[in-house]
């Protein structure tokens, strides 16, 4: 199974900040990776998709970038709403993997 | 409206069974392989099992042949048997769309329900 390990597990941020989370994949997955956002008892929703296309709807302060086993989510200019728990997810294979979440809280 | 509803879950005893059903509405539910994410209390995200449209089965490794996917077209509905339920199996189960993107057929979850919780306890 493709592992992905996301860093940090959990940070701390000021509303205004720019953070970045990142995602690594065990193997080469090339851009078949995608970010979920997620707040307590909602599902989750689509945010990045190929690695570094914005989904329909999401505020352009998100952006994603990498490809192969190197990958990042950055929120420029965090908003309030932004604190949540954010996770990525390998699409390259089946099984299908997620990492194990970021959560992003205010400070 | 675009939308996935999942109705089954409950409160169930170790070693029973459940099934768990997904209603697709405002899509072309037959065009799009569709899938399972689950999630126990307080942990991650955990995907599960996919259908394509084709009709063919992926299963995570922890399935371990106690999962079954299935889908009816003509009803819009893609249901999940889960036997043998254990403690562990107790989660939010998430139906979820597939939508493809470069040669990649599984691409992106884009459309989620809300989710039905299955506790399984004695």
């Known amino acids: 199974d493709d592992q992905l390990t996301q860093s940090p597990s959990s940070l701390s941020a000021f509303v205004g900040d720019r953070v970045t989370i990142t995602c690594r994949a065990s193997?080469?997955?090339?851009?078949?990776l995608n970010w979920y956002q997620q707040k307590p008892g909602k599902a989750p929703k689509l945010l990045i998709y190929?690695?570094?296309s914005l989904h329909s709807g999401v505020p352009s302060r998100f952006s994603g970038s990498g490809s192969g086993t190197e990958f990042a989510l950055t929120i420029n200019t965090l908003q309030p709403e932004d604190f949540a728990t954010y996770y990525c997810?390998?699409?390259?294979?089946?099984?299908?993997?997620f990492g194990q979440g970021t959560r992003l809280e205010i400070q | 409206e675009v939308q996935l509803l999942e109705s089954g879950g409950g409160l169930v005893q170790p070693g029973e069974s459940l099934r768990l059903s997904c209603a697709a509405s405002?899509?072309?539910?037959?065009?799009?392989?569709m899938a399972w994410v689950r999630q126990a209390p307080g942990k991650g995200l955990e995907w599960v099992s996919v259908?394509?449209?084709?009709?063919?089965?992926f299963y995570a490794t922890f399935v371990e042949g106690r999962f079954t996917i299935s889908r009816d077209n003509s009803k819009n509905t893609m249901y999940l048997q889960i036997n043998s339920l254990r403690a562990e199996d107790t989660a939010v189960y998430y139906c979820?769309?597939?939508?493809?993107?470069?040669?990649?057929?599984?691409?992106?979850?884009?459309?989620w329900g809300q989710g039905t919780l299955v506790t399984v306890s004695s």
């Open positions: 979820v769309k597939t939508a493809p993107y470069g040669t990649g057929w599984y691409g992106k979850n884009d459309l």
């Open positions: 405002g899509f072309s539910f037959r065009d799009y392989a």
């Open positions: 259908i394509r449209d084709s009709g063919r089965t």
């Open positions: 193997q080469n997955i090339d851009t078949y």
């Open positions: 190929a690695a570094s």
């Open positions: 997810q390998q699409s390259c294979r089946t099984p299908i993997t």
